[in-house]
């Protein structure tokens, strides 16, 4: 099990301040998601935090540039996640099954908790 929690402005400031944030941090995919909603900064948070809490769940982390794409979270309402390179290899590795991802925010916060089911 892991999970995280950090604050939405953080990553406003981070969207703003530093071009290549979204590129580093997220695919295509959930660039456009999050762009599409009246609160990009917000849904950003939230995958960010999701992004953190699998890789902690995983005993992997995302300490390393390569591994925040490598952890994509799609789907609505219910997101899942999707799992590549090093990460996938690695869930493999530790015997990784299927992995539960809750999501939530405030005005101020953004969490996720993700369970790691053992094959």
Same mark, same amino acid.
């Given at each position: 099990?892991?999970?995280?929690?950090?604050?939405?402005?953080?990553?406003?400031?981070?969207?703003?301040?530093?071009?290549?944030?979204?590129?580093?941090?997220?695919? &295509?995919?959930?660039?456009?998601?999050?762009?599409? #909603? !009246?609160? =990009?900064?917000?849904?950003?948070? +939230? @995958?960010? /935090?999701?992004?953190?809490?699998?890789?902690?769940?995983?005993?992997?982390?995302?300490?390393?540039?390569? &591994?925040?794409?490598?952890?994509?979270?799609?789907? #609505? !309402?219910? =997101?899942?996640?999707?799992?590549? +390179? @090093?990460? /996938?290899?690695?869930?493999?590795?530790?015997?990784?099954?299927?992995?539960?991802?809750?999501?939530?925010?405030?005005?101020?916060?953004?969490?996720?908790?993700?369970?790691?089911?053992?094959?």
């Amino acid at each position: 099990m892991g999970t995280d929690l950090i604050e939405i402005e953080r990553v406003r400031r981070a969207l703003d301040r530093y071009e290549r944030f979204r590129e580093r941090c997220f695919t &295509a995919a959930e660039q456009a998601y999050c762009d599409s #909603r !009246p609160n =990009p900064a917000q849904s950003y948070a +939230g @995958r960010f /935090a999701g992004k953190e809490a699998v890789g902690k769940a995983l005993g992997f982390g995302v300490a390393r540039a390569f &591994a925040w794409k490598e952890i994509e979270i799609v789907g #609505r !309402p219910k =997101p899942s996640v999707q799992l590549s +390179g @090093r990460v /996938a290899e690695w869930a493999e590795h530790v015997g990784a099954g299927a992995i539960d991802l809750s999501m939530t925010h405030s005005r101020e916060l953004a969490q996720a908790v993700a369970v790691v089911n053992h094959e």
